[in-house]
T-cell receptor, first 115, second 113 residues
Framework: DARVTQTPRHKVTEMGQEVTMRCQPI?????VFWYRQTMMQGLELLAY????????DSGMPKDRFSAEMPDATLATLKIQPSEPRDSAVYFC?????????????FGEGSWLTVV | KQEVTQIPAALSVPEGENLVLNCSFTDSAIYNLQWFRQDPGKGLTSLLLIQSSQREQTSGRLNASLDKSSGRSTLYIAASQPGDSATYLCASGEVAAGNKLTFGGGTRVLVKP
């Protein structure tokens, strides 16, 4: 079964520390998304890539967050420095563009707690 | 800007009853509609995708309809089971933006044995 793989699954870190989350999209998918889920805000889009190029990162706090795709098999989301309000579940998702859109598949999430 | 709403936020039904979950969206332009299931502490599992040119999709006990003129989608789950207890999320996908999804707040479903 092809799946989106995310690491780490769980992370507890102290405020001010750097956090890097990694995502391996499904082989052959050319769009990659980063979402954040909190109880208050629900699911919010942070950034997305098409063919490794960043298309929209307007949902991401630029002063501390950065997202990259070093190659087609790896997407990263970095927070530096981390703050308690960044505590959330971060989901990576991937899909394949087509004339009428295609199913988007989500990873299991990276559960981040910043203390 | 697309806005997606799911009402009610929570729903409780006895086992065997049919479930009807509602999703509304503000912009019916070139969007598809995807339904997901999320179990506590887990990721999102895709249930059904309705392409923008389609009216409905079916998979087993699940049927989802899309009415772009009214800005609504409905997910029907026939003969509900306790295992159907989960949060169900709908998302509008912007096809021109690589299927970028805008999510509703979800409906938390409890099916009582």
């Amino acid at each position: 079964d092809a799946r989106v793989t995310q690491t780490p699954r769980h992370k507890v870190t102290e405020m001010g520390q750097e956090v890097t989350m990694r995502c391996q999209p499904i082989l052959g998918h050319n769009t990659v998304f980063w979402y954040r889920q909190t109880m208050m805000q629900g699911l919010e889009l942070l950034a997305y890539f098409r063919n490794r190029a960043p298309l929209d990162d307007s949902g991401m706090p630029k002063d501390r967050f950065s997202a990259e795709m070093p190659d087609a098999t790896l997407a990263t989301l970095k927070i530096q420095p981390s703050e308690p309000r960044d505590s959330a579940v971060y989901f990576c998702a991937s899909g394949r563009t087509g004339p009428d859109g295609n199913t988007i598949y989500f990873g299991e999430g990276s559960w981040l707690t910043v203390v | 800007k697309q806005e997606v709403t799911q009402i009610p936020a929570a729903l409780s039904v006895p086992e065997g009853e049919n479930l009807v979950l509602n999703c509304s969206f503000t912009d019916s332009a070139i969007y598809n509609l995807q339904w997901f299931r999320q179990d506590p502490g887990k990721g999102l599992t895709s249930l059904l995708l309705i392409q923008s040119s389609q009216r409905e999709q079916t998979s087993g006990r699940l049927n989802a309809s899309l009415d772009k003129s009214s800005g609504r989608s409905t997910l029907y789950i026939a003969a509900s089971q306790p295992g159907d207890s989960a949060t169900y999320l709908c998302a509008s996908g912007e096809v021109a933006a690589g299927n970028k999804l805008t999510f509703g707040g979800g409906t938390r479903v409890l099916v009582k044995p």
